[in-house]
DNA sequence: GATGAATGAGTCTTCATTCAT
DNA sequence: GATGAATGAAGACTCATTCAT
C-alpha cells in the first residue's frame, strides 16, 4: 500500500488506458494502410471507440501520428544498441536493414512512420525520427568503416534514404525478398576489397561530393 | 448530313484538341505536386476549362492518370532504346538510371507516375507501366550482363523497385545528388569482378531465390 | 442514523460550497465574455473543477445561468431599494441607470444576464429578473412622476428595454460615456417642464397608443 | 445580336439567379431569428438547397453574412436621402428612425445586421455599415441642428447606437410600439426649447464632454 | 462529492460527379 | 462541345451530457 497510486497525478483509470492503446493499435494499421492522411474516423472505428474519444487522447493528428510513430522509431534504435556487440560489423549492418524490412513487413506501423520521415510534414517529429534513425545507423556504419570493411563515402543520411525508398513499395507482392536482395547488392556495392581498388570511372559520381 | 453528328472519326475540332493537352498538361503539373489524389477542380483550374470539360475528355480519375501517365513512361521506354547504342554497356544502364532521376527531378510528373507504378493502384495501367519500364530496365541489363559487366542475379523488376523507391524521397533538400550517389553504389555492388568472386555468405539471401 | 446520509439540510461540506462559488464566479466571466452560449467546459476549466463538478451543481445549463442571473439582479433591486431614500427623484433615477451601466463596465456578468432577459430564452428566469428589475426602476419612477417632475406615459418596462438595448452596445470603445449621454437626453425628453406643454404633435405618436 | 449576352462573362442561368436569391432570403430569416451564429446548413435546408450550392455562391459564413448584410443597409441610407427633403428636418429625423423600426419588425434581417454593426465582428462590412447607417444619421441630424430645432451635443453615432440597442430587444411582444415611444420620449430630449434653458445640473455629464 | 473519460450528435467544409444550359 | 451550377457524401472537429471510478 505504501507505494500505491503514486502516479503523476491521480488514477489512470483503466479503460483510459486501454482505450488509449486501442486507438494505437488501430491507428498504426489504419495509416499502415491508407498513409497518413488516412480517416480518423476509421481509426476510432477500428478501435471501437466514439471519435470524441479518440481527440481526447490525441488533440490533433500530428499527436496521434507522433504516439504511433515515435514507439517504432525507438525500437529500432534500441535494436542498433544491441547489434553494436555483434562481432561482424558489416553482418551488424545487414541486420539492422534487415529487420527494418521485416518491421514494415510486419505491418507494425512503420510504413506511416517512413513515410511521415520522408517528406518533411511535421517538421518537429521528423528531426525527431531522422535523427534516432539516422544515429541508428550511423552507429553501425562507422563501426564497419573503422574496421575498414566498407568504404566511407556514403553517409547514414544516404542509407537511410535508400532504405527507406526501397520499402515504400511494400505493398506490391514479393517486395520484401526484393529489398533483402536489394540490400545485399547495395551491401556489395559499400564493401572494401583489398585486392581491387574501387573500380576508377565507375562510382566517381559519388565519392568526389560524399560529404 | 453524310458526316451526320461528328462520330468518333471526323472533326476533332481545334478547340477540344486544345483543350485536351491543356488538362493533360495542367493534370501533369497538379499530380506532380499533389499526388494522385490532387483534386480535380485543381486541374481543370489551371487548364483554364470548365470541370465539365475535363470529364468529358476524362471520364474517370483513372483515365486521366493513365492519360499523363503513358506519355512519360513512353518517354523512358525511348531513352532505353537509344541508350542500347551506347557502347559501354553499364554506362548505358547508369544513364538511364540517372536520367530517371532527373526526369523526376525535373517535374515532369513522373512523381505521380511513379507511386502509382508502386502501388498497384490501378491494375490495368500498373500493368502497362510495370511492363514498360521493366522492358526498358531489361534491355540494358541484359545488355551488361551479356557483356559479363555485372552479375545476373538481380532482375529488371528488382532494380525499378529499387529506382521508384529512391526518388520517392524526391522532395527532401539534396535527394537528387543522393540518390545519384546511392546508384553508383548499387551499381557497384552489381559489378562483376574478375579477382574476387561475391561474397560467399553475404548475399545468400537474394541469390538463393533469384528467378 | 438520525443524521444519516447527508441529506439536503446536513453537512454542506465545505469543499462543495467552496467548488459551488468558483463556478458561479467562473461562469459570471465566461458568459460575459462569450454570452449565453459559451461552453460550459471554459466555465468548469476557469473555475478549476473537473466538468462533472459543474453538472453536480447545476444540471442544466439554465440552472447555472439562472444562479448567475439572480445575484446580479438582487444587487441591482437592493441597490434601488436604497436610492428610493435620495432626496431628488430624478437623480436617484439617473443614478441607478448609471449604475446600472457601470455594473455592465465593470464585467460583472450582467452582459449575459441583460441578455438572457432581453431575448426571453428561459422564461421562468426572465420572469423573475423583468420583475425585480422593473420593480426596481418603477419604485424610482413613480416617486419622480408623483413629484411631478417627470411625465407620466413611459412605462418601467419601456425605460427598462432601453436601457439593456443601449447596454447591448457594450464592446465599442467608449460605449459607456456614450450611453451616459443617452440617458442623460433621454431623461431630459422625460422632464416635466412647467413652461412649455409638451410638443404638441412631437410625442403623440407614443401617448396616444401607450397601453 | 448585337448587344446580346453582353453581361458579365456568360450566361448568368437562370437557376443559379434563382438559387442565389433564395439562398440570401433563407439566410435573411434564419440570421435574423438566430443571430450571426446559426447553422448555415440551416440555411441551405431553407432556402431547399444543398449546402454546396450555398458554399458556391457564399464561400465564407461572412460573405453570405456581407450579401445580406448590405441590401439592408443600402436601403436605409437611400431612405434618408429622400428624407433630407421633408420640410420638417425634426420630424424626417423621427421618419427614419421609425422606418429603421419598421424595417426590423418586418425581419428584412436587419437584425443580424445591426448586430454584426453593434459588435464589430467583421471589422471590414462594420466600416461600411458604420459609416453608411452613421451618414444616413448625419444627414438628417445635421439639418435638424442646422436649423435650430435640436441641440447639437448628440453625435449620430450616439443616435445610432440608440436606435440599434433599442432595437436589440426585437423578440419581445410589443417591442416595436415600446420603442417608437421611447424614440419619442428621446427626440424630446433633443428638442431645443427657448423659453427652458436645458436643465442646469442634470445633463452635464453629456454636454460637457460631447465632441 | 469530485473527477475526467466516453460518447455521439451537429457543424463546417471540400470535392467528385452529374446535368442543365 | 464547353461551361459551371447543383448536389450530397465524407471527414474534421467541438461540445454538451452521461457515467465509471
Partial sequence: MS????????????????????????AKGVFSA??????????ARRAGVGIGTLYRHFPTREALF????????EQLGELSEQLKNEPQPVEALRQWLRSTVEFVATKKGMTAALAL??????SELTAFSSERLTKAIDALLTRAVAAGEIRADVSPE???????????????????????RLLD???????????????????????????
Same sequence: chains 1, 2, 3, 4.
Avoid at 66 to 73: D, F
Avoid at 185 to 211: T, Y
Fill in 34 to 43: 491508407g498513409g497518413p492522411d488516412a480517416s480518423l474516423e476509421a481509426v
Fill in 117 to 122: 520521415a520522408a517528406h518533411g510534414k511535421t
Fill in 185 to 211: 547488392v547495395f551491401i556489395d556495392g559499400l564493401r572494401m576489397r583489398g585486392d581491387a581498388p574501387p573500380p576508377p570511372g565507375g562510382k566517381n559520381g559519388s565519392s568526389e561530393e560524399a560529404r
Fill in 3 to 26: 507505494d500505491g497510486p503514486a502516479t503523476s497525478l491521480r488514477k489512470p483509470r483503466a479503460d483510459a488506458v486501454r482505450n488509449r492503446e486501442r486507438v494505437l493499435e488501430a
Fill in 66 to 73: 507522433e504516439a504511433v510513430y515515435r514507439r517504432e522509431v
Fill in 158 to 180: 544516404d542509407l537511410l534514404r535508400a532504405l527507406i525508398g526501397m520499402c515504400y513499395l511494400h505493398d506490391q507482392p514479393g517486395w520484401q525478398q526484393s529489398v533483402i
